[in-house]
């Protein structure tokens, strides 16, 4: 008799330990589903958020650019390019890259060119450099740009809907410009060509509003004033655009573009005033994954 009662106690104290211990994996089940539940929730994007992001396409700026060139004599005329000849539109490429690390930080990058020539004859005296261009000189101008964009970011609030975040980088604007003229004799041949790299940071805001699982909408804008040895510059960017999600691995974007930019720089033979401006849309392809 006292064998089963001891029996009975021992699996009653068995059952007992089971039952406590599927308890606890339960809880701890529970626990791990909510854990993981609250971190998908932490870590979820809008679909438009991948790791790796290339960008190709066509931009179609409207420009708009006033410069002056002072010499050793101190003097310069000012001159509006586009009055001057030169096209206001200028259709060209664009080339970009995003990437994002972890699920806060990215970086960018970006390139476009806009290189621009003009004949023309002279109406009045231009002084430009070192010479003075006189009156019916059969000029050629040219103004080439390339603009380099590198920046990294932080978004600091994210969900399916949004993304926003804050970022910091440079643009980098390479600029080219000359002017020069051949007449019958060596006296009425000139030459001045002026060039500045001007590395100007900025400091700017981004966002991201997901419209639709296919839809959504970004827009970015970054300024900053600053001197920098021999070169002060101020910069204003500005970018909207609405993506479509068209294939798995491919976006279309359709954006609105500019960027204004006042550039003042001192060389050994030279000083330089620059206003440009441009603005225009823009039309691109986007390749993103996710991983190798």
């Not at 994996?25 to 791990?32: A, H, I, T």
């Not at 179609?60 to 010499?71: A, E, L, Q, Y």
């Not at 010479?131 to 600091?156: C, E, K, L, M």
Request: charged share 25%; with cysteine.
């Amino acid at each position: 008799m006292k064998s089963l009662v001891a029996k009975k106690e021992l699996i009653l104290l068995v059952l007992f330990m089971m039952c406590y211990q599927a308890s606890a994996w339960g809880n701890v089940s529970e626990d791990s589903i909510r854990t993981e539940k609250k971190v998908k929730k932490v870590h979820e994007k809008p679909w438009t958020v991948h790791r790796f992001n290339f960008k190709a396409g066509g931009f179609f700026p409207i420009n708009n650019t006033s410069i002056r060139v002072d010499g050793a004599r101190g003097n310069g005329t000012d001159i509006d390019l586009e009055k001057f000849g030169m096209p206001r539109h200028t259709p060209t490429f664009i080339f970009g890259f995003n990437g994002r690390f972890g699920n806060h930080h990215r970086v960018d990058f970006n390139y476009y060119r806009l290189h621009r020539h003009a004949d023309r004859k002279l109406e009045k005296e231009l002084d430009f450099g070192e010479h003075t261009y006189p009156v019916n000189a059969d000029v050629y101008a040219y103004f080439n740009t390339d603009v380099y964009r590198v920046s990294y970011g932080y978004a600091f609030f994210s969900n399916k809907k949004f993304d926003v975040g804050a970022n910091i980088g440079f643009h980098v604007l390479r600029f080219d410009l000359g002017m020069s003229t051949t007449g019958k004799t060596l006296e009425l041949s000139y030459e001045d060509d002026f060039g500045i790299t001007a590395p100007l940071p900025n400091f700017g805001l981004w966002g991201t509003y997901a419209i639709s699982s296919k839809f959504a909408i970004t827009a970015e804008v970054d300024y900053l004033a600053v001197k920098i040895g021999d070169i002060k510059g101020r910069i204003i960017a500005t970018d909207i655009a609405l993506q479509y999600g068209f294939l798995k691995h491919f976006n279309v974007n359709v954006g609105y573009t500019g960027l204004w930019v006042n550039v003042e720089a001192s060389k050994k033979r030279f000083e330089g005033d620059l206003s440009w401006g441009y603005n225009g849309p823009s039309v691109a392809i986007v390749y993103h994954f996710d991983g190798f």
